[in-house]
């Protein structure tokens, strides 16, 4: 099962139109760090993370993490770590996990510029819970909670997000 992505913001999964948001400046096929743009391709996801006492652990064939208050993902395209999870504080610019607005109570870790990273190429690609006001992302694919918990169920090991343009 991958789930097309075209930018039209509603694509369909298990026969069902379902809605989604991508970066806020649309798709590129030449991603940049912070042009809040969602890169087109293949986005195959990796592994689920989620915020355990939010969230029961979801059920899926994907390796699955629970986060913690200092966990970040490393968004400066000079470090070393750069598009890595890493424990805050961090010496360098790094997102935080644990987040006040739920976005990323879950969340997919996708194949995208990961685990080896090109600098300045784009970090934290991940697909995400979609803001209840549904403005668009920072650059990821985001959908509805139960939604992106039904996807996440149903992703097996090589399926992913087609996004194109």
């Not at 510029?113 to 690609?125: C, D, M």
């Amino acid at each position: 099962m991958n789930i097309l992505i075209d930018g039209s913001g509603e694509t369909y999964f298990m026969g069902q139109k379902i809605s989604y948001k991508i970066g806020k400046n649309g798709l590129t096929s030449t991603k940049v760090e912070g042009d809040r743009k969602t890169p087109i391709g293949f986005l195959q996801p990796l592994a689920v993370y989620y915020r355990a006492g939010r969230m029961i652990r979801p059920k899926t064939r994907l390796p699955v993490y629970p986060i913690f208050p200092n966990d970040g993902w490393c968004d400066h395209p000079h470090d070393f770590y750069y598009n890595q999870h890493v424990r805050l504080p961090f010496r360098s610019s790094a997102e935080a996990l644990w987040r006040q607005d739920r976005l990323y109570d879950l969340f997919l870790v996708t194949n995208y510029n990961y685990p080896i990273a090109t600098p300045g190429r784009g970090s934290a690609i991940f697909i995400h819970i979609m803001h209840p006001d549904q403005t668009p992302t920072q650059g990821c694919i985001a959908f509805e909670p139960t939604i992106l918990r039904r996807i996440i169920q149903n992703m097996r090991v090589g399926e992913g997000f087609l996004v194109l343009i």
